[in-house]
């Protein structure tokens, strides 16, 4: 099988030059956490943006300097397995597929478990417990928000498990999470102690009417983070088949999800990418 077998061809990017607030913007309407950067004008690509660029530079506003300027990329013809030892062996979540330098689509770990796992009999049926990491990252749900940040990024994860005073899940939040909270917070204190008179401050109006300021964009209210939490959580149990987490990752699209015990205690969280070295196991038989 090749990438091209499995790939996105209608692929969203960004262009540069370009800034912050383009990249938000395209994110927020389209619901993704990372899009290909092209040069204006030309499909060639150039880099590539994630919401984690965006938090972990959030004094830097040109997209030039947020993305990284040296992805991993595939071609249309590359193994299928090619790619998922690239995205294993460099932990990534997406690849740019180019041609002759051209981004012409955009491979990412469900399209690699969807191809691979979703139908397979012998593989598809295996109960997902086996996969399952046990260490879990959750915070207390009264926990501040900024705090909980620097916790998920301490722990090198883009998601925490959120738990009541009774040690029950009481739900999760997200990078995509922290990003829409951290926009919220701009407009608010900025529009609202912003007095007109105080020239040092670097402002503007976007073409959608929000005020931002071109410093410390991204800066998190000081809140409970149960009032910023997913609380509707989707989990599976300890019983799912490999084939039914795959197909709920790619319907929901989501990258991860708690897996409880036949009593409903919490045992641990499955993650997309635990999936993948099964992904290429099945390519190499």
Do not use: H
Not at 18 to 26: A, F, K, S, W, Y
Not at 32 to 53: E, Y
């Amino acid at each position: 099988m090749m990438v091209k077998d499995c790939m996105q061809s209608d692929v969203i990017y960004v262009s540069v030059p370009g800034t912050r607030e383009d990249v938000l913007q395209i994110m927020a309407e389209k619901q993704v956490n990372g899009v290909p950067v092209v040069k204006k004008g030309s499909k060639t690509l150039v880099g590539i943006v994630t919401r984690t660029d965006l938090l972990r530079k959030a004094d830097e506003n040109q997209l030039a300097m947020l993305m990284n300027r040296d992805p991993g990329t595939v071609t249309p013809r590359t193994e299928l397995k090619t790619a998922t030892k690239l995205m294993l062996e460099k932990n990534y979540r997406r690849l740019p597929v180019v041609e002759k330098g051209n981004l012409v689509g955009l491979i990412s770990i469900p399209d690699i478990l969807g191809a691979t796992l979703e139908n397979d009999e012998k593989v598809g049926s295996k109960e997902v417990i086996d996969f399952v990491t046990r260490e879990i990252t959750a915070v207390w749900e009264q926990t501040p928000l900024p705090l909980t940040y620097m916790v998920m990024d301490m722990a090198g994860k883009n998601a925490l498990v959120l738990i009541n005073e009774g040690g029950g899940v009481s739900g999760m939040i997200t990078v995509s999470d922290y990003i829409r909270l951290s926009e919220v917070t701009v407009e608010d204190n900025i529009s609202t102690t912003f007095s007109g008179q105080d020239s040092t401050v670097e402002w503007g109006w976007t073409s959608k009417d929000f005020l931002v300021v071109t410093k410390k964009l991204l800066k998190l209210p000081n809140i409970p983070v149960s009032e910023a939490m997913t609380k509707n959580i989707i989990n599976l149990n300890e019983l799912t088949t490999i084939s039914e987490c795959v197909k709920t990752i790619r319907n929901e699209d989501i990258d991860q999800a708690p897996v409880l015990s036949a009593a409903g205690n919490l045992i641990g969280m499955i993650e997309d990418r635990n999936l993948l070295k099964l992904a290429l196991d099945v390519q190499t038989d």
